[in-house]
């Protein structure tokens, strides 16, 4: 069973920045791509970004310049680093990996942004 642990969220003004963490176990966290969601009040969950076995990362519009993906393989650890935080950037966000024919998700961390 794979268990991820979402955490760094909190309370920040706009502008401000905060490095969420999220801590995985397993063996093979390494080989597989790992991803950030958030899912703000009343809207569905929406991706942010992903960062694959080998480094590549992909980023959804909103965040891109402001929001940093990176993992620690030897620690199984995958950060995202939130920069020029906005209010619209409030909300719970989960890391989740797929691993073949299964889907694993945190238990999410809030991220407030106020203005």
């Known amino acids: 069973q794979v268990q991820l642990v979402e955490s760094g969220g909190g309370l920040v003004q706009a502008g401000g920045s905060l490095r969420l963490s999220c801590a995985a176990s397993g063996r093979t966290f390494s080989s597989y791509a790992i991803n950030w969601f958030r899912q703000a009040p009343g809207k569905e969950r929406e991706f942010v970004a992903t960062i694959t076995w080998n480094g590549v990362t992909y980023y959804t519009d909103s965040v891109k310049g402001r929001f940093t993906i990176s993992r620690d393989n030897a620690g199984n650890t995958v950060y995202l680093q939130m920069n020029s935080l906005k209010p619209e950037d409030t909300a719970v966000y989960y890391c989740?990996?797929?691993?073949?024919?299964?889907?694993?998700w945190g238990q999410g961390t809030q991220v407030t942004v106020s203005s």
């Open positions: 989740n990996q797929k691993r073949g024919a299964a889907t694993f």
